[in-house]
């Protein structure tokens, strides 16, 4: 099946996917998906046993890595939530390929990893990312609950007179679970620019006034996918860096891929102790 083909259905190959993913780790069905961002990848290995890992690229629909090496596999993980004998043990299907909608490779890419998610069982999805904050209190390393966003993207991953509601998308539910587990966890809207570029020092302060906190270049996309797929959403920013204008230094690509680097620890052990929950 090929995905970039207008003919095809983009929920047939997320359908393919699944059954190839079911086959090549050997679990039926995925009980939560994770996307891991900028700064999130070291999650996976604290939710519990790997129980394989499958190359991206070798699943239909998903692109070989933008960044090489980055990212580039999709792992299935037995949860550890479960006392032995409690039932049947929760698996989580960690997706460390995105595609951005700034690869221009379109929006069904963009969307094929929850699409897929959805296709293999999962009932929930948790969307991570990286992205600048427009809260000079946000050092880098916060992590912070998305409650919604503002695209401004201009795009959709939806095609067609497909009408979905977009109320409590980040879902409140999840939101108060989460503080549950950490109850200082900050909330903030976050703004989807297109990118690749950073936003000027003028953009940052419109996403300001537009409502925003947080300023990104993924995610909201793919809720709106996830959510049309029928998912709950939980949404989490890890802020790498003052977003352009907030401080007075500009952005330093280092200093971002260090700052999630450094918070890697705290914020794995979050996203961990939630997903078990
Ligand atoms: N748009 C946008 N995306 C980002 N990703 C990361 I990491 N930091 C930023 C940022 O400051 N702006």
């Not at 629909?61 to 090489?68: D, I, L, Q, R």
């Not at 996830?226 to 890890?238: K, N």
Request: with cysteine; glycine share 12%; hydrophobic share 45%.
């Amino acid at each position: 099946l090929d995905i970039d083909d207008p003919a095809t259905d983009p929920f047939a190959v997320a359908q393919e996917a699944a059954a190839q993913l079911a086959r090549a780790t050997g679990v039926a069905r995925h009980d939560v998906a994770l996307v891991l961002g900028s700064g999130w990848g070291g999650a996976a290995d604290l939710l519990g046993e790997t129980v394989a890992e499958v190359p991206a690229h070798e699943i239909t629909g998903f692109s070989a890595p933008a960044v090489a090496g980055h990212g580039a596999t999709i792992r299935s993980i037995r949860l550890a939530d479960r006392e032995e004998g409690d039932g049947e043990p929760r698996h989580a299907l960690v997706l460390g390929s995105r595609t951005h909608y700034y690869e221009n490779k379109g929006v069904r890419r963009v969307a094929h990893g929850v699409r897929t998610a959805a296709a293999a069982g999962a009932r929930t999805v948790v969307l991570t990312n990286g992205c600048g904050g427009l809260v000079p209190e946000w050092a880098p390393g916060t992590p912070v609950l998305i409650s919604d966003h503002i695209n401004l993207t201009a795009a959709s991953p939806l095609e067609g007179a497909t009408f979905v509601d977009l109320t409590d998308l980040y879902s409140s539910r999840l939101r108060d679970l989460a503080r549950t587990v950490d109850d200082s966890l900050a909330e903030g809207v976050y703004v989807q620019f297109r990118g690749p570029h950073y936003e000027t020092p003028a953009e940052v302060r419109m996403a300001g006034v537009l409502g925003g906190h947080l300023v990104g270049m993924s995610t909201s996309l793919e809720a709106i996918a996830a959510r049309q797929a029928g998912l709950e959403i939980l949404g989490l920013s890890l802020v790498t860096n003052a977003a352009a204008g907030i401080s007075p230094d500009p952005l330093s690509h280092e200093e971002v891929i260090e700052a999630g680097r450094a918070a890697g620890p705290r914020i794995s052990a979050l996203l961990a102790a939630i997903v078990g929950k």
